[in-house]
C-alpha cells in the first residue's frame, strides 16, 4: 500500500527531534510542515538572523532571528516513553485513526 503525496505523521505541535545536521539531538515542536516540499520548521531549530529594517511595530529594527525549514527526513517524533526518536505508524480503529509509537506502541494524541 502506498502513501499519496504525504510522507510523513507528523503534525505540527508534536515534539520532534533532529537525528542529523548541525541541530542534531535538539528537540523542538514543530511550527510548521510543508509536506509539498518536504520540509518542516522546528522551533528553535536552524535558526538564522535576520536583519529587520525599522517597522511601526518594531521602531529601532536590529536583528532577530528566526526557524528556518529544515528536511521532514531531518527529524523524527520524539516519544517520551522511548526517551528518543521514533517512527510512528497509524492503527486504524472504527472510527478514527490512531497515531502510535513503533517501537512501544503508545498513542499519541
Ligand atoms: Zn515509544
Not at 8 to 28: E, Q, S
Not at 32 to 48: A, L, Q, S, T, Y
Not at 56 to 81: A, L, T
Given at each position: 500500500?502506498?502513501?499519496?503525496?504525504?510522507?510523513?505523521?507528523?503534525?505540527?505541535?508534536?515534539?520532534?527531534?533532529?537525528?542529523c545536521?548541525?541541530?542534531?539531538?535538539?528537540?523542538?515542536?514543530?511550527?510548521?510542515?510543508?509536506r509539498?516540499?518536504?520540509?518542516?520548521?522546528?522551533?528553535?531549530?536552524?535558526?538564522?538572523?535576520?536583519?529587520?529594517?525599522?517597522?511601526?511595530?518594531?521602531?529601532?529594527?536590529?536583528?532577530?532571528?528566526?526557524?528556518r525549514?529544515?528536511d521532514?527526513s531531518?527529524?523524527?517524533?520524539?516519544?517520551?516513553?522511548?526517551?528518543?526518536?521514533?517512527?510512528?505508524?497509524?492503527?486504524?480503529?472504527?472510527?478514527?485513526?490512531?497515531r502510535?509509537?513503533?517501537?512501544?506502541?503508545?498513542?499519541?494524541?
Amino acid at each position: 500500500m502506498k502513501a499519496n503525496s504525504v510522507k510523513t505523521r507528523l503534525k505540527v505541535n508534536d515534539n520532534v527531534v533532529v537525528i542529523c545536521g548541525a541541530d542534531r539531538g535538539r528537540r523542538g515542536k514543530v511550527l510548521f510542515i510543508d509536506r509539498r516540499k518536504g520540509r518542516i520548521v522546528v522551533e528553535g531549530v536552524n535558526k538564522k538572523k535576520k536583519y529587520m529594517k525599522p517597522s511601526q511595530e518594531n521602531p529601532k529594527g536590529g536583528i532577530i532571528s528566526i526557524e528556518r525549514p529544515i528536511d521532514i527526513s531531518n527529524v523524527m517524533f520524539f516519544c517520551e516513553k522511548c526517551k528518543k526518536g521514533v517512527k510512528l505508524s497509524v492503527n486504524i480503529m472504527e472510527k478514527s485513526k490512531n497515531r502510535v509509537c513503533k517501537k512501544c506502541g503508545k498513542s499519541i494524541a
